[in-house]
């Protein structure tokens, strides 16, 4: 991870507002983890985490679920807020270039 960046200031003003959906999700749902992605034509997914006894997801696997489901070709960006344990190898892999941050519990960004 790198250095940490302000949470309100993001090269890419579209970051900004996955941040802003990210956050909001979480303090709305009492989540442990809530992730925003963007796919490549503009469209946005928010997901929290899921745990029952039979599916276990964290955020960051939930959202992409949902954008496939929704037959996606790309991710431009995700953000994901709350506990920093995401599997963000599954966006790396559909999409190499996309930008990944989290946010923890303090505000802090790091590119993930």
């Given at each position: 991870?790198?250095?940490?960046?302000?949470?309100?200031?993001?090269?890419?003003?579209?970051?900004?507002?996955?941040?802003?959906?990210?956050?909001?999700?979480?303090?709305?749902?009492?989540?442990?983890?809530?992730?925003?992605?963007?796919?490549?034509?503009?469209?946005?997914?928010v997901?929290?985490?899921?745990?029952?006894?039979?599916l276990?997801?964290?955020?960051?696997?939930?959202?992409?679920?949902v954008?496939?489901?929704?037959?996606?070709?790309?991710?431009?960006?995700v953000?994901?807020?709350?506990?920093?344990?995401?599997?963000?190898?599954?966006?790396?892999?559909?999409?190499?270039?996309?930008?990944?941050?989290?946010?923890d519990?303090?505000?802090?960004?790091?590119?993930?």
């Amino acid at each position: 991870m790198s250095n940490p960046i302000s949470a309100n200031h993001f090269d890419n003003p579209e970051d900004q507002k996955l941040a802003t959906l990210a956050t909001s999700t979480l303090a709305r749902s009492g989540a442990k983890q809530a992730a925003a992605l963007r796919d490549s034509t503009g469209r946005t997914y928010v997901a929290i985490n899921v745990e029952s006894p039979e599916l276990k997801l964290d955020a960051v696997e939930a959202v992409f679920v949902v954008a496939l489901a929704s037959q996606i070709s790309g991710i431009e960006g995700v953000v994901y807020a709350g506990l920093p344990e995401g599997k963000v190898s599954v966006i790396k892999q559909h999409s190499p270039l996309a930008a990944l941050f989290h946010i923890d519990a303090s505000g802090s960004v790091t590119r993930a």
